[in-house]
T-cell receptor, first 112, second 113 residues
């Protein structure tokens, strides 16, 4: 089993739709959680950090469920520009402080 | 510079040759990471440097791969006796500390013929 697992998709949605991605992680000692966005043939860029209390940034909402060991990303009112691959990132500090594990990503395509 | 820089941006080499890839992290960032990404695949962790601590080399795929970070700043990833399966984009990232937001460079696209 992979340390971080994501549904690869692809998710194909119309503009204006709401879409949600989940990511599960296996290491209960994980401390930091992030969502990154990667456009085709580009480097990943931070979308948002994920806090225990959940956090929202405009149309994007991230949530953490430690008991079930998953994080989620909700995108409301999807735009064409949201088309990208979304990477879930988990950092564990029990063995290798600061080492991050990336999920393989979920691909989103928003269509007109 | 404002961001992480990597050089070269593209490298084409012949099987069996050695290559060196360079990463200049953001000034003041103590953590530096190397990843590899094959076409259509996720990021594969290679190595992680944090300050003056011994690097975490657990992701290096073979002893043909090595990396160093001089003076806590610039890092070089060396691949000896390259193989075709080494072809990928090699990404470098830095952060202010372990477990914090990582800023990625544009990557080096390596093609081994």
């Amino acid at each position: 089993r992979k340390e971080v697992e994501q549904d690869p998709g692809p998710f194909n949605v119309p503009e204006g739709a709401t879409v949600a991605f989940n990511c599960t992680y296996s290491n209960s000692a994980s401390q930091s959680f992030f969502w990154y966005r990667q456009d085709c043939r580009k480097e990943p860029k931070l979308l948002m950090s994920v806090y225990s209390s959940g956090n929202e940034d405009g149309r994007f909402t991230a949530q953490l469920n430690r008991a079930s060991q998953y994080i989620s990303l909700l995108i409301r009112d999807s735009k064409l520009s949201d088309s990208a691959t979304y990477l879930c990132v988990v950092t564990s500090t029990n063995t290798n402080a600061g080492k991050s594990t990336f999920g393989d990503g979920t691909t989103l395509t928003v269509k007109p | 510079g404002a961001g992480v820089s990597q050089s070269p941006s593209n490298k084409v080499t012949e099987k069996g040759k050695d290559v060196e890839l360079r990463c200049d992290p953001i000034s003041g960032h103590t953590a530096l990471y190397w990843y590899r990404q094959s076409l259509g695949q996720g990021l594969e962790f290679l190595i992680y440097f944090q300050g003056n601590s011994a690097p975490d080399k657990s992701g290096l795929p073979s002893d043909r791969f090595s990396a160093e970070r001089t003076g806590g700043s610039v890092s070089t990833l060396t691949i000896q006796r390259t193989q075709q399966e080494d072809s990928a984009v090699y990404l470098c990232a830095s952060s202010r500390g372990g477990g914090l937001e990582q800023f990625f460079g544009p990557g080096t696209r390596l093609t081994v013929l």
